[in-house]
């Protein structure tokens, strides 16, 4: 079921992948989430200061091991089913800045995702991406 969201004045509109792409966009939610398991450990962690210690050594791992272009690519195939304005989405015009662009990365995230990972699961993930405000509210 589509979903809109306005993000930085523009009503994004998400129409969930289906069949095969569904399933390779899932693939490629592993290759970039697989690196991030260790930090969403500790991101769960009611202890503040055992979460922070984590964290900082985690974080550099990540970063060495992250795969940018897996990445891209699953926005790029989320991205190819959300419209701007009722126009296709053009990264660096609608989403413009990289904060915007992560913001519609993680609204097509949660609606193509959320029902299959459940709220908890999501939620940790995509408090991990810059900007990205988890739960907000979609139109």
């Known amino acids: ?10 009503i994004y509109r ?4 289906t069949g095969w792409d569904a399933l390779d966009a899932l693939e490629l939610l592993f290759k970039v989430a697989g690196p991030f398991v260790p930090v969403l450990e500790a991101v769960m962690s009611d202890n503040e200061e ?9 974080v550099p791992e990540i970063l060495k091991s992250h795969d940018g272009a897996s990445m ?3 926005a790029e195939a989320l991205f190819s089913n959300c419209r701007a304005d009722k126009e296709p989405v053009t990264v660096g ?16 995230l949660e609606k193509q995702f959320g029902d299959f990972f459940g709220d908890a699961g999501l ?7 810059p900007s990205a ?3 907000a ?3």
């Open 1 to 10: 079921m589509a979903a809109e969201k306005k993000i930085a004045g523009v």
């Open 14 to 17: 998400f129409e969930p992948l």
């Open 50 to 58: 055992e979460r922070t210690r984590a964290i900082v050594r985690v």
């Open 72 to 74: 891209r690519a699953l």
């Open 93 to 108: 015009v609608k989403p413009q800045s990289l904060a915007e662009m992560f913001q519609v990365f993680a609204f097509c």
């Open 123 to 129: 939620g940790a993930l995509l408090a991990l991406l």
């Open 133 to 135: 405000k988890p739960g």
């Open 137 to 139: 509210k979609s139109l």
